[in-house]
Every structure is written in structure tokens, then in C-alpha cells.
């Protein structure tokens, strides 16, 4: 968000459980917040008021935390917060890390900067960036708001240590949409259908664990045959894997296109399998296919976060034309770039289908699925709806798990999950995010170059059983007829 000239107006930043949303805006509050919406940062919504707004309701001053913003031209509001993470890979304190980022960002001669080694052989490094001009307006125990220069904010994303993520505020209000009534009565009646199926049964376990490891590994460029490098948002290596993306998917059979939604970043791959019955209803499975390296490095190679669940959305597609389904709903296989910039791909793809009158009925963003905690048993973390997200869709991944994938262990991961399940949630569409933990961040390579599928931890048969999970929900939500036969596996 580019402002000038906001004094005197203030930052209302309110917890998502004192203001849950799941039935809109409180009648009360209505005309302030129903047109001052930002978005949610952490555990956080955001709204910008002015000063008869603010000073309507003594209640409303009561909510949350107020942030007096001050009037500097033309620079950006950003929300910069440490990712809740296991406590056994924390090892600085929150203040320490965010003064020393600050530090180093107003002070680039003495950033040290690390030269990363990229699959090939060539060292890629990144010179210091001049200095930036920061501000903090406010912190709290796990995240600050800051304006911040065009420049300073270019070099966040290459500056962030490795359990950090900034997302800047729009340019504008965001329309705040609960999900409506008619949408999770839709979910409620096909969660009461929702019983075994042995066709399903059938489908799902075809999903081949040998097609994620090559799936991921040419992602990661952990296979030879693989060109690439990263798949940051902003490297030339991004919109090849696009392009890649773009090719399995159509060699499956789904319609595919590459939708470009800001200057400089790769585009998004939306793939649609369209349904057997006239209908205009729609079931989304997401991903986001970009990623990030250690702090100072380019490699990013991202076998986590997401090639995981990237590979995911392919071996769903695969299984499905190995058994020659064709849903009755029409279904979209979306990868997403810019999430790691503040889900910007998604929220572009998600306000566009808003605009469109789109009728999604679900969607499902696969986000790190692969990562077991040694000693833990195999997991499905799943968003809590009390934060971010709709009951009636979540209760269906539970039991759909209960029953495809048993061997998962089910729960809400504490926290609101910072993926593009987000985007499509601030839009009115049910939403939820997968997740390989039900409980806090434990992979050691998070956001780090050796965030590899070869190392300890990195479990294949994980990401199976979620993307099971995943199919086993379309094939019950959206319907399907299949034309009862085994291809074998193509190499």
C-alpha cells in the first residue's frame, strides 16, 4: 500500500478471535469496518479508520490495538512477522532478530552476505542494495508495521531471515465478504454424504508415490535432467517451471493458461478439468509452486514449501486420468507464484474470480506437506476455522481422512496459516489450508537452500496420503462418473 497524506487516520488491528467474521461485520460496526478492511496480518485483521469513524463508538476503540499512522509520501505499509515456529529451531529471541534486521537493512555496507552454490556449479551472489529508509509505526510479540521506501521493500524479500515474511497493505480497501449461508449449506449436505466408497478407494491409491519423487526432484533441480535452479517469484528460472507446470498439466488433459498478474513476478498456472454436467460450479485445488532460499542466497530449491504440494496437485491429476475419471463439477488445478511475497498471485486470481461471480464451492491449498518430525507419526494439519477458514469444509477433510488416509493424525495447526487458502477465504470462498503438522513449524530447511526431498525427514509417503485426502474430497464434493480401468503408469 502506496500512502500519502493518511494522518490523521489510524490503524485498527484486531485479533481474529474477537472478531471471527463467519456471519459478516457486526451490525454495530458495520459502517465503519464494512468499508476499511485490509486484510489479515498474523493472527490479525486490519482496518484503516478515519477519525469520525474511530470516535463514533467508544466499543469499537475497545476492540483491538490502535496505531496512529503517520503522514509520510509515498511510501508503503508492510506487515513483517516472525512465523510461528517449534521451539527447538528458535534461537534468537523476536526483538533481537527484528532490530538486527533493521540494522542491517538501514546499513547495507555491513550486511554480510552469503554466496550461494547452485545446483549446477555457479555461485549466484547478491550485491548490497543502497540504503533503505524504514520506520517502525508499531510491534507487537511476534510481528512490527512498518512504512517503508520502495527500495527498502525490494530488499525485505531478499533480507528476511529464514522464519520471516512481510506482506505489504493494498493500495485500497478489500470488500469484507463472509462466507454465504447458501455456500456451507452446500458443504453440510455433502458432508452428510460423505460414507466409504471402494471406487474412490480405488481411484485415490493411485496416486503414485514414484511420479512425486520425480515430480519434486525436477522442481528442485535434485534430478540432472532439471534446469532449474529456484522457482523465486522474481528469477528467470520461475516462469520455466510455469511453463513445465503448464505442460504436465495439459499432457493430462486439463485446459491450461498462464495468467500474469503484476509486473516482474512469474505467473500463475491455472489448469481447469471442466465438468461432465451443465454447471457452473467450481472445486479449487491450490499450491504454490514459488519459493525462497536462505537469507543472502538465490538457490532455493523448495522441496518443502511447495514443491510438496505442487507435486501433489500433479499426481492428483495423474491418478485421475489413469482411472478415466471425468468430474461433474468443474475443477481447477491452480499454482500459485508471489505467495511467498504476501500471497499476491492468489489474492490477484481470487479477487478476479469474485469480479467474475465465480461459484466456487471449495477450495483446498496444499501448502508443506512432506516434513516428519522425528518420532512423530504421519499428520494432516489442517487451518483452524476459528481463525481462517469454513467448519462445514474442514469437518470434510477430517472425516474424508478418517476413512482414505487413516494412518493421519488430525488436527488444527495454533495459528491462521499463511497461505493462499487466505486469499480465497477474504473473498467469501470456503477454504482450507493442508498441512503436514498439526502443530507448529518443525522442518529444520524452512525457507533455507536445503529445503532438498534427499534428507532426513523428507517423507514421500506423507504427501500421498494428504493429496489422497484431497481427491477423495473432490471426487465426493464434485461427483464423478470413470470409465473403470488401470492405465499403467507412464515414466
Not at 359 to 387: C, E, F, H, V
Request: net charge negative; hydrophobic share 40%.
Amino acid at each position: 500500500m502506496r500512502f500519502s497524506g493518511l494522518a490523521p487516520y489510524s490503524l485498527l488491528l484486531v485479533s481474529l478471535r474477537d472478531l471471527p467474521l463467519q456471519n459478516g461485520v457486526p451490525a454495530a460496526y458495520t459502517d465503519c469496518l464494512g468499508s476499511s478492511y485490509y486484510g489479515i496480518y498474523g493472527a490479525r485483521r486490519a482496518f484503516v479508520l478515519d477519525q469520525p469513524c474511530l470516535l463514533s463508538s467508544f466499543s469499537l476503540m475497545q476492540l483491538g490495538t490502535i496505531v496512529r499512522l503517520q503522514e509520510r509520501d509515498g511510501e508503503n505499509l508492510v506487515w513483517l512477522e516472525h512465523r510461528p515456529m517449534d521451539p527447538s529451531l528458535v534461537s534468537a529471541s523476536f526483538d533481537s532478530e527484528l532490530d538486527s534486521l533493521l540494522w542491517k537493512l538501514r546499513n547495507p555496507s555491513v550486511i554480510d552476505v552469503q554466496l550461494g552454490t547452485a545446483t549446477h556449479g555457479s555461485q549466484i551472489p547478491l550485491q548490497p542494495p543502497p540504503r533503505k529508509e524504514l520506520t517502525v509505526l508499531h510491534r507487537t510479540h511476534d510481528g512490527a508495521l512498518l512504512s517503508a521506501s520502495d527500495a527498502a521493500l525490494r530488499a525485505l524479500d531478499t533480507q528476511l531471515p529464514t522464519f520471516w515474511r512481510y506482506t505489504p497493505f493494498p493500495a485500497s480497501p478489500l470488500p469484507l465478504i463472509p462466507v454465504p449461508p447458501r455456500a456451507k449449506e452446500r458443504l453440510r449436505e455433502a458432508l452428510a454424504t460423505i460414507r466409504f466408497n471402494h471406487i474412490v478407494a480405488a481411484i485415490v491409491n493411485g496416486i503414485s508415490v514414484h511420479h512425486l519423487q520425480k515430480d519434486v526432484r525436477h522442481l528442485t533441480g535434485e534430478d540432472p535432467a532439471s534446469t532449474l535452479a529456484t522457482r523465486h517469484s522474481f528469477s528467470e528460472d520461475a516462469p520455466r517451471a510455469a511453463a513445465w507446470l503448464k505442460a504436465q498439466f495439459e499432457a493430462l488433459g486439463a485446459e491450461c493458461e498462464l495468467k500474469h498478474f503484476q509486473e516482474g513476478f512469474a505467473p500463475n498456472v491455472i489448469c481447469k478439468y471442466t465438468g461432465s454436467e451443465e454447471t457452473t460450479e467450481t472445486l479449487v485445488l491450490g499450491a504454490h509452486y514459488d519459493d525462497r532460499g536462505s537469507f543472502g542466497e538465490v538457490r532455493a530449491p523448495g522441496a518443502n514449501d511447495d514443491a510438496s504440494g505442487t507435486a501433489a496437485l500433479l499426481g492428483i491429476a495423474r491418478a485421475i486420468v489413469r482411472r478415466g475419471v471425468v468430474f461433474k463439477a468443474n475443477v481447477l488445478f491452480c499454482a500459485f507464484a508471489g505467495e511467498e511475497q504476501g500471497m499476491i498471485g492468489s489474492k490477484a486470481y481470487a479477487k478476479e474470480l469474485r469480479e467474475q461471480g465465480a461459484n466456487i464451492t471449495l477450495m483446498i491449498q496444499a501448502d508443506m506437506l512432506a516434513y516428519r518430525k522425528p518420532g512423530d507419526a504421519p499428520q494432516l494439519g489442517l487451518s483452524d476455522p476459528a481463525l481462517v477458514g469454513t467448519p462445514e469444509l474442514t469437518q470434510i477433510l477430517a472425516n474424508v481422512s478418517a476413512i482414505y488416509s487413516p494412518e493421519l493424525t488430525v488436527g488444527h495447526f495454533p495459528y491462521p496459516g499463511g497461505s493462499d487458502h487466505r486469499s480465497f477465504h477474504e473473498q467469501g470462498f470456503p477454504a482450507v489450508q493442508v498441512y503436514e503438522r498439526a502443530d507448529l513449524i518443525a522442518d529444520p530447511m524452512y525457507h533455507n537452500s536445503g529445503d532438498l526431498s534427499d534428507r532426513e525427514g523428507y517423507d514421500f509417503e506423507q504427501i500421498k496420503s494428504i493429496a489422497k485426502v484431497e481427491l477423495a474430497t473432490i471426487l465426493h464434493v464434485a461427483g464423478f462418473d470413470w470409465d473403470n480401468v488401470d492405465e499403467p503408469e507412464q515414466e
